[in-house]
């Protein structure tokens, strides 16, 4: 009765923590050195904070946005009027005259000749729109990298939070195991408990400890790629607040109206249709170079010293005998084709991609659900009755170990099936372009572009 009454004790002491809280609950409860940072060390991170931060400072989208001063600089080289003028200057004698004369010499017959070309068929005008349709695609472009950024930071930002709470899990998992593999060795002393039975305490105890190793480092990976994502150093410290993470129920979301909605803003939808507006405002426009331009301009001549200056007017008008633009109109026509072609595949995937992202919410969004109603919460409750079979009894040292292994792998399940859902609620947030950054929310790096 001695050696059930204390190892009982220990038992209490066992499953005491895991009982009666939610797991949200036993995360706040939890005082380990990841909530002990110093605040002044350590940045604390919302899922807005990281989204904002992501758009503000991480490399990669900051590249991408600069797609719009690209497109805003060819816009602006396109309303410029393409040709500067042109002056000739001809002299046949003047190099004669200058080594003949004493002092300095006098020019004697020349032409000269101010031309400016002239595109007249309306080339200039269909330059600037396909330029103009080009910022639009620009635009789109930009907020396509926003939508994949921030749907890259959200899962980054899940998973951090799931790896932290897995971490709290084994931690509080090894603690038990310490406390009860030194009740085991003290009995073993005492010779209550068999050799056997104070060696699979040992080797709980040490898978424990591997087991807080390997999740460690998984929450330092997790951090790393949020801290990479958002922008932020790899010697920044990072936590993940955990406020406002609740996630709809998948009954209350329409598949017409998510697929209406993605539709209406994906925007690398909106860039393919650009893409196609431009590229046949591309064709007409090498459809109209074939066409000549004009050179107009004043002419000035003279013949001799003693002759007297002329003025008059000339025009030129190069023939299109044998290049009228052909190759580059058969190109524009095929390129114009390829973008409809291209606009027409994403919104397939589009609609592949809404469909199949809210068939995934559904069952990832039921495997949680099921993980917390019938795994997590009997398993729970079974802590109990399990220290009441032990202390009658009923329940030796290997079973207590087995079951208590069961209650952790319904507690890591759990928190696997959670990210699950939350991923799935990311993928279908991007799918329906619900994940954009507000309007008048852009970085500085486009407002300046």
């Not at 635009?139 to 932290?164: K, M, P, Q």
């Not at 150093?233 to 955990?242: A, E, I, S």
């Not at 207590?400 to 890591?412: F, H, K, P, V």
Request: charged fraction near 25%; hydrophobic fraction near 40%.
């Amino acid at each position: 009765m001695r050696r059930f009454f204390f190892l009982a004790c220990a038992l209490v002491a066992t499953v005491a923590p895991l009982s009666g809280a939610t797991a949200a609950q036993a995360w706040d409860n939890y005082s380990g050195p990841e909530r002990a940072a110093s605040p002044g060390d350590t940045l604390t991170l919302s899922l807005a904070d990281a989204q904002r931060l992501a758009l503000e400072r991480n490399p990669a989208f900051l590249a991408s946005s600069q797609e719009r001063g690209i497109a805003r600089g060819r816009l602006r080289q396109a309303r410029i009027y393409p040709f500067n003028p042109e002056m000739e200057l001809r002299a046949p004698g003047a190099a004669s005259s200058v080594a003949s004369s004493a002092g300095g010499g006098v020019l004697g017959s020349y032409e000269a000749f101010l031309g400016l070309e002239v595109e007249w068929a309306g080339q200039r005008g269909l330059r600037t729109r396909a330029a103009e349709i080009g910022l639009d695609r620009a635009d789109a472009s930009v907020g396509d990298a926003a939508r994949r950024t921030l749907a890259e930071v959200s899962e980054a930002f899940y998973a951090t939070l799931a790896a932290e709470r897995r971490l709290s899990v084994v931690q509080q998992i090894l603690e038990q195991s310490q406390r009860l593999l030194e009740a085991t060795r003290t009995q073993a002393r005492a010779g209550e408990i068999s050799t056997l039975e104070a060696s699979l305490a040992e080797t709980e105890a040490g898978r424990a400890r591997a087991r807080v190793l390997a999740v460690q480092r998984e929450v330092t990976g997790a951090r790393l790629e949020l801290q990479r994502l958002t922008g932020l150093g790899p010697d920044q410290p990072v936590r993940v607040d955990t406020a406002e993470l609740a996630i709809p129920d998948p009954t209350a979301l329409e598949a017409d109206s998510l697929l209406e909605q993605a539709l209406a803003r994906r925007p690398d939808l909106l860039e393919r249709t650009r893409g196609a507006e431009q590229a046949r405002a591309l064709t007409r426009l090498a459809r109209r170079e074939a066409l000549p331009n004009l050179r107009v301009g004043a002419l000035a001549t003279r013949d001799g010293i003693d002759g007297k200056p002329g003025i008059g007017l000339g025009v030129s008008l190069p023939i299109p005998l044998w290049n009228r633009n052909q190759g580059t109109v058969a190109e524009r026509s095929a390129e114009a084709e390829q973008a409809d072609q291209s606009r027409r595949a994403t919104e397939l995937a589009v609609r592949t991609e809404v469909k199949n992202a809210h068939l995934a919410y559904q069952a990832a969004h039921e495997e949680s659900q099921i993980y917390e109603r019938e795994v997590l919460r009997p398993a729970r409750d079974n802590q109990e009755r399990l220290e009441t079979a032990y202390r009658a009894g009923k329940l030796d040292l290997p079973a207590l170990l087995l079951l208590r292994n069961q209650l952790l792998d319904a507690e890591l399940g759990y928190w696997d099936a959670w990210l699950a859902a939350h991923r799935a609620w990311v993928t279908l947030q991007a799918a329906t372009a619900a994940l954009l950054p507000r309007e008048g929310a852009r970085t500085n790096e486009l407002e300046e572009s």
